[in-house]
């Protein structure tokens, strides 16, 4: 059961802690750091990486896997010279705090203390090894305020997952590009929703070219059903290795914290700061049996 959760309380966590990347406040809070928001990859490897201090572009890709080292590599370690780590891990609790407030209004006070207690027992419980986001996340201190608590619990989470996720594609011999070429291939998002992590087309092509090779894709680039074994493998293993914080919280505990969490997640999706289709799958990959 645990493991379904997982995939359950992923879908529960992953919009909230994304709003940081989206919301106007963020952009806002980002240009005051002086960073361009013209696109919103300045602020975006800024936000994510700032728990891991000055990391450079070699620790970034390894972190992040399925972003282009040469994408990367336009960023990293750029962003650290128009703001340090601490000043933006500053800038990303106030964009949170406005984010969130602007989201809630009134009702910022309503069951988030409560909670904020369940997501931080099951953040605090987490096994880092070979999860540097998650680690570097939980590093940090908590936030007194409880819906600032409460979203830096889900961040320690969703990276958790995201971690764990690099080790199943890695555990299924899917370098950083095909893992993109494979996810759409499945159909999770378009093709052409992947080109914000910075692929060539002629990296594209040749990725495809192997997975091919593997019968792992079509002619046309859908996948096989080797492929989708393999991507349900995928899923399958990402799910177990991201159980563990939702097995420590227990099955009360995490439908405890679904419920509370509902008014904030529907008022996430109610603000439309998401796009409607993201390179995250979620809605479209299910739980394989």
């Given at each position: 059961m645990s493991v379904r959760l997982a995939r359950t309380m992923w879908h529960q966590i992953e919009p909230v802690h994304a709003t940081l990347y989206y919301?106007?406040?963020?952009?806002?809070?980002?240009?005051?750091?002086?960073?361009?928001?013209?696109?919103?990859?300045?602020?975006?490897?800024?936000?994510?990486?700032?728990?891991?201090?000055?990391?450079?572009?070699?620790?970034?890709?390894?972190?992040?896997?399925?972003?282009s080292p040469s994408m990367i590599a336009q960023y990293v370690p750029g962003v650290w010279e128009?703001?340090?780590?601490?000043?933006?891990?500053?800038?990303?609790?106030?964009?949170?705090?406005?984010?969130l407030r602007g989201l809630l209004g009134d009702r910022i006070d309503e069951g988030l203390k409560?909670?904020?207690?369940?997501?931080?027992?099951?953040?605090?419980?987490?096994?880092?090894?070979?999860?540097?986001?998650?680690?570097?996340?939980?590093?940090?201190?908590?936030p007194e305020e409880p819906h600032l608590a409460l979203w830096q619990a889900y961040t320690v989470l969703r990276e958790h997952r995201g971690d764990g996720h690099l080790t199943a594609l890695h555990a299924a011999g899917l370098d950083a590009c095909e893992a993109l070429v494979s996810f759409a291939a499945v159909g999770?998002?378009?093709?052409?929703?992947?080109?914000?992590?910075?692929?060539?087309?002629?990296?594209?092509?040749?990725?495809?070219?192997?997975?091919?090779?593997?019968?792992?894709?079509?002619?046309?680039?859908?996948?096989?059903?080797?492929?989708?074994?393999?991507?349900?493998?995928?899923?399958?293993?990402?799910?177990?290795?991201?159980?563990?914080?939702?097995?420590?919280?227990?099955?009360?505990?995490?439908?405890?914290?679904a419920e509370l969490n509902r008014p904030l997640l529907g008022a996430v999706f109610e603000s439309g700061l998401l796009p409607a289709v993201t390179t995250l799958g979620?809605?479209?990959?299910?739980a394989p049996e």
């Amino acid at each position: 059961m645990s493991v379904r959760l997982a995939r359950t309380m992923w879908h529960q966590i992953e919009p909230v802690h994304a709003t940081l990347y989206y919301s106007p406040e963020a952009f806002e809070e980002s240009a005051a750091l002086g960073y361009d928001v013209t696109t919103r990859w300045p602020s975006y490897f800024a936000w994510r990486t700032a728990p891991l201090g000055a990391a450079g572009p070699a620790l970034v890709a390894a972190a992040y896997y399925s972003f282009s080292p040469s994408m990367i590599a336009q960023y990293v370690p750029g962003v650290w010279e128009t703001a340090t780590p601490a000043q933006v891990l500053d800038a990303r609790l106030r964009a949170m705090d406005r984010t969130l407030r602007g989201l809630l209004g009134d009702r910022i006070d309503e069951g988030l203390k409560e909670a904020a207690e369940l997501a931080i027992r099951a953040a605090e419980s987490v096994d880092v090894a070979h999860r540097p986001l998650a680690a570097a996340n939980l590093d940090l201190p908590w936030p007194e305020e409880p819906h600032l608590a409460l979203w830096q619990a889900y961040t320690v989470l969703r990276e958790h997952r995201g971690d764990g996720h690099l080790t199943a594609l890695h555990a299924a011999g899917l370098d950083a590009c095909e893992a993109l070429v494979s996810f759409a291939a499945v159909g999770a998002a378009p093709a052409e929703n992947f080109a914000g992590r910075g692929w060539s087309d002629e990296e594209w092509s040749a990725a495809r070219d192997r997975l091919a090779a593997r019968g792992l894709i079509d002619d046309e680039g859908t996948a096989t059903p080797a492929g989708r074994a393999l991507r349900d493998q995928v899923e399958r293993m990402t799910d177990e290795l991201a159980a563990s914080p939702w097995r420590a919280l227990g099955e009360a505990g995490a439908e405890r914290l679904a419920e509370l969490n509902r008014p904030l997640l529907g008022a996430v999706f109610e603000s439309g700061l998401l796009p409607a289709v993201t390179t995250l799958g979620i809605g479209r990959i299910q739980a394989p049996e």
